[in-house]
């Protein structure tokens, strides 16, 4: 799995829209959507809002957590907190870049999401806290040699980044010490 | 003359500020929320020096080029002044200081703190302090007698002491205030202040009053007051003189007065009543400057305080000249006004009051001239004069008033200072307003606001514009205008944008129209208003524009620019909109009183057929509020919305009567925040509209989004489920009103949403009169079944008697009688129009399908019996249909009788008048009805005489027709009771059956016209009941042998119904074979003697028609809600 097919799936959350043409209830697969009046929020999801965007159809009304004060307040709190906090949305960065990319190359951000940059850098913010965490926890359950361990709060595309890596080097050192005397491994590890 | 009130300017931060007088008055200097002391040349100083001394500056005070300033860090500092050095710290406290003060000589400094102490200081020698202990709470201003002896405080514990400083003692306490546990809670600052010189007089703000106690004696000796300070005093300052008080209130109000003679002699308002929280003379007296809540700095220039004499003059001089230069403001254009207000004035002024002073020393009488009046309309002047936000505080004020009545300070009672009128006082009127628009003072603004998109207005100084976006970009792309003519109201439709500009001295007032759907290359028209006519409020509806002005005209144009109507309007106009071709409009029918707004409204329907449907009725709107709304709903029933934020919508149903359909207070998170209408759609029920957090308007950004509020009428118990369930049922109804008005007026309708909406209402009816049931309240069971339909009116007669309520189901099926006779007689009418193809229009889609399937039914009829049976079956469904469509259209032809259905109403009121004769008196009207009811049913059934079977039947009922009518009801109720004896077998049977029970049930009202006297000599033996009963009488009459005819069936029911399933089955299935005399009468018992297979075989007909039409679903759904209610 790949960050691309994460964000894939992020897509399918639903986002507020303002859509500026009228349309009758669609049926689809996923379910129904609309009917679309204009000028009156209905709830989409991320993919349909994109294309929507695309083809100046509607305004995405940003999700209520994209506001610079919440996220300020979830950046410290993340910042304070050892273990991880819970995220706003468990897509939040996906939903960050789809959405405040499709504001930057469309040159439109007045109508849209006031402060684009703040909330990036935001965002930015509180994904790299998280990943420090999660890399420091990896390194904390591999030294001490920890059967198994438990994170709360982690998002799928947190996981995915960690995984490679994570199990990668696991096997390796599994394979290592299989090749080893028990009892040395601290020294393998050091090695490795 | 009176003062010159300057206009404000910003100061400092929003927050508590303070202002004085530098010595020799050259300065004035402020202190504020942001920790700054500005030291200004003049109000128009725009580069003020400033100190920086802390990071909040909560107080301060200079003399002797000393400034003390009380800073967040909770000390009590020294600058020099005017170069702002620090000079040291003159004292702390364990918390902030509230306030400061120098006494007259600056030697020492007075200052008061949260932490309960106040404390003084030598200004030279700061160790020598005297700390004052004794308040129990902040202390919330200090104030030093000018001969130093004594000190007086106020604080948050209520009290008002006067200490000794010399001995560090309280002389005197008194509960004066209000208690509260901080400075920032105290609704009041009480800043007390000793006259200067004589000393004679402290100074206390208590309420909207300030009381002067004597020096030494420490007595209350009078109280200055206004009547039109009304709120809480806040601060109090003396001029240098001594003579004279100024005071400074919450609610923004100045007001002088003249000590000696206890006189107001000035008066002023804060330009935008905000809080006033300092208050300094100009050392010559001439001046006040003062400062709010908001940070702003103003002033108050040329006040003559030299002599009484003058003021008092000048005062009168205010008088003479004042009103014409009010009225002339405020009632520019309406001259009847002026005349009630002079005659007004003119008793007023004669009457001579004494002065009801409880000191001696002045009982000058003062005869008082129009002073008070005149004010009076000067201050509802400044209110008038801003939008209906500012209104609001106007009557918050008044709201205000009440409170302070019932105040805790007991002390002096209200001293009349002139005789005033004391009625209730005029409201100043509302002005006129766009609904869907903010104010017009803000400059960006939206100007319109509605379904099809948004008028926007940019107006700073750079350009004035206006942009026009649409909701939906099909209509038209946006629009951007430069706004040269300055543009203050629009509207806007799906064909054109209008605008329109008050006229200048100049320029006349011009109407603008952007019409873009013109399909030439003139796209725009313009016109000039005649000279002196402004245009007040302008609305759109389709193909025309109307304009109200201030000449009392409303003048229609085309859309196209041509001059259409133009007729007078009663009052002057408050606000107006169209929509399709109507046209509401809201006027001012009279003066309001006590903050109510008298309102009148005309509805006017244009178009083809000119009608004023509401004649200048009054509009209801919630205590003390005004229209803050006006529109349509998208399916055109007309709607408001007060500031109260009651939203009302026409009930065309209940003779154009207004009902409160939601209260968008109720769902504001806090008292502050409020909701902006924008739209009202009936279909689905919304309300549309903008939230704003702490205010009545939105900003035009960031772009506000529009929520969605649900509709709930205001009935009682709506916690309950009966009130639920009664408020869904009457919103329903409400809300489909506007059907038949659609469908009376010509337009389409949304005949699915109407089905559905019907088929809500009697599912809702079927709940409540479940409850009923359960409730035992079995006369509301009936009042409820009054409502519903035919077709539901048996699933209620099942599940009555189903709960064994034989007495209710008896009445019940009279009722089902009674409506089944109503729709047979309406039935020819509904025939005869599918006939001749003329569609009424609010005929529903149902008949005109069921004329489909009837022809697509002739090319069957040769096809095998069983063919003809499922035929029949689908026949009497489509008739039931028919008949439910007759029965629902009824109710709403009565509102709206269109010419259109004039021949229809005759019979439909002798079937609506039926119900309640033959309830009342009995068989004999309604079997006078009864041959009638079979000749039309016989034409009907001739005029579908395609089908063979139906001829037999029409003959065989004339001859039954003569048949006693009395048993009737009873043998109805046992047809139900054996209907539901039949159906108990898997749930899947259950359903078919049910239907095919209700499809019996219906022959007697249904096509084959038997009447009912007839149907029982048909049913009997079909159901197996009579087989049982034949052979059971005995049993019966053996054990019960008093029992009367009918009580043995009663019985007899009773035992049958304990048989179990099976049994009932073979009762069933002996009687359809069993009794071969009454199958030639019936084609359907011919189809039972086939054997117990073709029930099964009806049953899947059932469900093969009931596939075919759709409107089976409500009553099969019902009937598994009757079901499983059991």
Partial sequence: ?192 | MPCERKPMRYGHSEGHTEVCFDDSGKFIVTCGNDGDVRIWEGLDDDDPKFITVGEKAYSLALKNNKLVTASSNNTVQIHTFPDGDPDGILTRFTTNATHVTFNSSGSRVAAGSSDFMVKVVEVSDSSQQKTLRGHEAPVLSVTFDPKDDFLASASCDGNVVVWNIKEQSQLISWPLLQKTNDVSNAKSLCRLAWQPGTAKFLAVPVESKVQLYERESWDHVSTLSDDLLTQLVNVVAWSPCGQFLAAGSVGGSLNVWDVSSKLCVERQKHEKGFTVCGLAWHPSGSQIAYTDTEGCLGLLDGLRTSTSNSTNTASKQAAVTKPAKDYDALFDDDDDDRVMDEGQSDTNSPVKKPIAGDDDDDDDDFLMPATGRVRSRAILDDENSLDTGSLKLGQEKFGDDGDTGSGVVPAAPLVPLRPAYEGPMPTPPQKAFQPGSTPAHLTHRFMMWNSVGIVRDYNDEQDNAIDVEFHDTAVHHAMHLTNTLGHTMADLSQEAVLLACPGTDELASKLQCLHFSSWDTNKEWMVDLPQGEDVRALCLGQGWAAVATSALMIRVFSIGGVQREIFSLPGNVVCMVAHGEQLLIVYHRAPGFDGEQALGVQLLQFGPRKSQLIHGEPLPLSHRSYLSWLGFTAEGTPCYVDSEGVVRMLNRSVGNTWTPVCNTRETCKSKSDSYWVVGIHENPQQLRCIPCKGSRYPPTLPRPAVAILPFKLPLCQTSTEKGQMEEQYCRSLLFSNHFSFLSSSGYEIDEEAQSQSQKDQQELLMKMFALSCKLEREFRCVELAELMTQKVVTLAIRYASRSRRMALAQRLSEIALEKSNQIQEAEPEEEEEDYSSVRRPSGSGQSEAAQGRHSSRRYQEEEQEEEQREEEEGREMETDEASETKKRVNPFAKEAVSPVKTNLTPITKGGRANPFKVLGSGKPSSASGQPRVTNILDNMTTSRKSFPLSGPAGKQNKNTVLKPLAPRPKTKTQSTLLQMSGTKASNKKTQQNTQLAADRQKQPEAPTPASPADNTENKRPKTGFQFWLEENRKSITADNPDLEETDVIKEAMGRFRTLSAEDRLSWTERAKTGDPADLKKRKRAEGGAEGAETEKGQAEADENSAKKKKSLDPSSKLSAFAFNKN
């Fill in chain 1, 1 to 192: 799995m790949d960050a691309s097919e994460v964000e894939f799936l992020a897509e399918k959350e639903t986002v507020k829209i303002i859509p500026n043409f009228s349309l009758d209830k669609i049926y689809l697969i996923g379910g129904d959507l609309g009917p679309f009046n204009p000028g009156l929020p209905v709830d989409v999801p991320v993919w349909l809002a994109l294309n929507l965007k695309q083809r100046q159809k509607c305004r995405i009304v940003p999700p209520a957590w994209m506001d610079v004060d919440k996220l300020e307040e979830m950046r410290d709190l993340e910042r304070k907190e050892d273990t991880f906090t819970p995220v706003p949305s468990p897509y939040y960065m996906e939903l960050t870049k789809l959405l405040l990319n499709l504001v930057m190359c469309l040159c439109s951000a007045s109508d849209n999401i006031p402060k684009a940059d703040e909330i990036r850098t935001l965002v930015k913010d509180i994904w790299d806290t998280r990943i420090a965490k999660l890399r420091l926890s990896a390194d904390s359950f591999i030294s001490q040699l920890e059967a198994h361990a438990k994170l709360d709060n982690l998002t799928l595309m947190e996981i995915n980044t960690i995984r490679v890596f994570l199990l990668d080097s696991l096997n390796c050192l599994y394979k290592l010490r299989s090749n080893q005397h028990p009892g040395s491994s601290k020294g393998q590890f050091a090695d490795f």
